[in-house]
């Protein structure tokens, strides 16, 4: 985003103890993206997006 503008992302979880995890991976893929590749996040992988519907599923 230019000129200080924002991006939003929205993460919904129907209670805390699954908040949490949600929370945490998608910062961890943030974290690891901005690093790699500064500028605008690439698309997720399916194996990640998979990962990801696993873990809140549990």
Known sequence: ??????ECISISAPDGQTLRPMLEKAGSLLARNLVEQPGPPPEPQ??????FAAQIAE
């Open 46 to 51: 399916v194996e990640e997006e998979e990962e």
């Open 1 to 6: 985003s230019e000129n200080g503008a924002r």
